[in-house]
């Protein structure tokens, strides 16, 4: 039988709790799970893609799971799981919004790999509000961010927001 290799994508900048759910649940479905960091040229990352890559591992180390890794990426996504012998996508869902973008997304990559399925996974529903964008503006504006991702990344996000100074009136 035919080595289930999965790979996870995303900018995670910064990765949140939501993440670590989908990546909790996606290992469990297949026997390696590749947690692919990648750049995305329409967001404007907080983070270097080094620093996302350190931060995936962290995270990926404290929840002491044996079949997953992270591999830092800038190609197309077919491309880049083709490369590691991937044959699904794992792709996490919170809202109707998001199913209309990545429902197109899924069909242009059939079109580009026919051979490597895209699976779907919903965000439990506590975590579904979540999303990075939120996390960044929350913590720039002042706001507590302890929800929404581990102590380890909330210390890293508010020392990256002192550093390019916080914004906000109050």
Do not use: C, W
Not at 16 to 31: C, F, P, Q, S, Y
Not at 41 to 66: C, G, H, Q, W, Y
Not at 144 to 158: H, L, M, N, R, Y
């Amino acid at each position: 039988m035919q080595e289930r290799v999965g790979v996870y994508p995303g900018t995670f900048d910064p990765i949140t709790r939501g993440h670590r759910d989908i990546i909790r649940r996606g290992a469990k479905l297949v026997d390696t799970l590749i947690i692919g960091v990648t750049t995305n040229p329409s967001k404007d990352p907080m983070f270097t893609p080094e620093e996302r890559i350190e931060m995936v591992t962290n995270e990926l180390a404290e929840m002491s799971l044996d079949n997953t890794r992270v591999v830092g990426f800038d190609a197309l996504l077919m491309k880049f799981a083709r490369a590691q012998n991937a044959n699904v996508i794992i792709r996490g869902l919170r809202a109707v919004a998001d199913f209309e973008y990545e429902y197109q997304m899924a069909g242009m990559n059939q079109q580009l790999d026919n051979e490597i399925e895209t699976v779907f996974l919903m965000a439990d529903v506590s975590l579904q509000p979540i999303a990075s964008k939120l996390v960044k503006e929350i913590a720039l504006y002042g706001g507590d961010i302890t929800p929404f991702v581990s102590p380890a990344v909330k210390q890293q996000v508010e020392s990256r927001v002192q550093e390019i100074g916080p914004r906000g009136d109050y």
